[in-house]
């Protein structure tokens, strides 16, 4: 019998997801044969849900192996003892181990009941011998202990699921069997009782199960609890769902990317209202990228991470669009509900990030730092830039911190460079120019045409031992265009090329009428007087101004 399952909200496309990832067990979506891939569905028959206890486990497992980690460190210990003096060392990572074990709880009642010791001040042999006996215990109880590993999992880690089935802190049996027993024996061999009276609220496909909900006994976050009754037509919390959704919701965590920071574990889905196949390959992204970069998330936070994950996304896909995305982060440690960040972002905004990406890329990953804090001005790009308030504001703002970043002892540490603050000029311009405004953009050429004009001016302060003027006329110039007072930075260039006998550059007095390209030549200025010619980067966008 086939069962059909469609795309939803977020947590039950985790759900979908998740089921996938158990079901398909690390076989290759687009050539396996277990799961029909609908455009927004998934089709399956009741018969391949046969084996469904055994890799639900496993996968529950692969996210919390503490058993096989236990007796791995175990075995490396009893090597390590055997071939290498009994140093502090070594003694301290018995110590440690002998740690691991007290706070594995199944695991300590057996080695109690064992009456399994070791000394206060141990030696070789004392170690040798605990360490051994330890891991003959793992090895000879690991099927309980993996049971136990996957409840902990699932009931405490994640706090994802409830505790419903086996998760019932009540429950002493074989969770295995238990789930079995609730779960896919019941759907394989038909023989859960059927709601005759409602059908299932979520899927509307299948008659509910006779008396189950969802409530916070199948997921923590969004069940109704009897004690939610007032917000409930005729004081009713219930429900109703059928074998099949109930099965979907038990999956959710395989479908979520989790990331530990400090002792706070946390979980990420990215929901796309597409189809299963790119849903399921964008999180497989998303999980693969997080792998790559353990450390990104301590540093950058989710929406910067985010941003990264979207300019990837957006080189990777041919039709240049990612509509309604949205990025979920639980941390329910915390008993916060699930963050959403939602984005949208047109074609035309897709095709402008995919055209403009080297420049894009280039910018990523800068950042600001302060004594207790950290800006990353490429995620406020970002954000400006799909949610239309991007403007030469923000540009201004970088310019001074990096500005103020370049005063001695500065408390400001940034990797801005005169260069890097340019690419963020010539994104702002088209973004302003194209996008918002719908006007016609000036060769680009033009923008570091006025880069090197400033790098000119710079030589000739260089030269006459004046380069105390150059930051201070770098301020009263932004601080002009931050305004759009066109006279006061036109003033200030007038005299300050007067003064050395040199030429206005013409391109200031040719835009002088549009502030769209006045301010991105005018920034572009200044980014050359504050540049330098020793910037590698620099002179490689030398090279493409003169091919063009």
């Known amino acids: 019998m086939k069962e059909r399952v469609y795309l939803g909200d977020w947590a039950y496309n985790a759900g979908i997801i998740g089921f996938i990832d158990i079901m398909l067990d690390g076989k290759d979506i687009t050539s396996q044969n277990i799961i029909t891939i609908g455009p927004n569905y998934i089709e399956f028959d009741r018969n391949s849900l046969q084996g469904f206890s055994d890799k639900f486990f496993k996968k529950a497992y692969q996210r919390y192996p503490r058993t096989d980690e236990l007796i791995d460190l175990g075995n490396k210990l009893l090597q390590r003892l055997e071939n290498n003096d009994f140093d502090k060392n070594l003694k301290q990572e018995v110590s440690n181990f002998k740690k691991r074990v007290e706070g594995f709880s199944k695991l300590k009642q057996l080695v109690d009941s064992r009456k399994l010791t070791l000394p206060r001040n141990f030696n070789k042999t004392d170690a040798e011998q605990y360490v051994s006996q330890i891991t003959d215990l793992l090895n000879a109880n690991k099927q309980g202990l993996i049971e136990d590993n996957v409840k902990t999992y699932l009931k405490n880690a ?16 074989e969770l295995k069997k238990k789930f079995f027993d609730d779960f896919e024996g019941p ?27 969802l409530d916070t006994g199948l997921v923590s976050f969004l069940g109704a609890n009897k004690d939610n009754k007032n917000f409930f037509w005729n004081f009713k919390p219930q429900l109703p769902i059928c074998e099949i959704c109930e099965l979907i919701y038990f999956c959710i965590f395989a479908g979520l990317t989790e990331f530990r920071i400090g002792q706070t574990k946390k979980f990420y889905f990215v929901d796309r209202n597409t189809s299963v196949l790119e849903l399921y390959q964008t999180n497989k992204l998303f999980m693969e990228m997080m792998s790559r970069e353990e450390n990104i998330l301590k540093e950058k936070g989710i929406l910067n991470f985010i941003n990264d994950y979207l300019l990837l996304k957006l080189k990777e896909e041919s039709k240049f669009r990612l509509a309604n995305i949205m990025f979920i982060e639980i941390d329910l440690t915390s008993s916060v509900t699930p963050k959403l960040y939602g984005f949208s972002i047109t ?55 990096y500005l103020s970043s370049q005063k001695p002892n500065s408390k400001i540490n940034t990797n801005l460079s005169p260069y890097r603050l340019q690419m963020y000029n010539i994104l702002t311009y088209k973004y302003l120019k194209s996008i918002k405004r719908g006007g016609e953009l000036m060769d680009e050429k033009w923008l570091w045409k006025m880069y ?28 002009a265009l931050r305004i759009g007072d066109v006279n006061t930075f036109m003033n200030l260039i007038i005299r300050t090329y007067m003064s050395y006998n040199m030429e206005v550059p013409a391109l200031f007095v040719s835009c002088i009428n549009d502030r769209d390209n006045f301010c991105a030549l005018g920034y572009s200025f200044v980014n050359g007087l504050l540049g330098s010619e020793k910037d590698e980067k620099v002179e490689n966008s030398e090279e493409v101004v003169g091919n063009e």
């Open 158 to 173: 994640s706090s994802i699921c409830g505790d419903r089935s086996f998760l019932n802190r009540n429950f002493k049996g």
């Open 452 to 479: 090197f004009f400033g790098q000119e001016l710079k030589k000739k302060f260089l030269s006459s031992k004046a380069e105390n003027k150059i930051t201070s006329l770098a301020y009263r110039l932004i601080s």
């Open 187 to 213: 759907i394989v061999n038909q023989t859960n009782r059927q709601d005759k009276n409602h059908d299932c609220i979520f899927c509307g496909l299948r008659p509910a199960k006779k008396d189950a909900l």
């Open 347 to 401: 074609k035309q905004k897709a095709e402008f990030i995919n055209s403009n990406f080297d420049i894009f890329k280039k910018i990523a990953g800068s950042f600001i730092k302060f004594k207790d804090n950290n800006i990353y001005p490429f995620s406020e790009f970002m954000q400006k830039f799909m949610n239309n308030t991007l403007s030469f504001q923000f540009l201004s703002f970088l310019e001074g911190e």
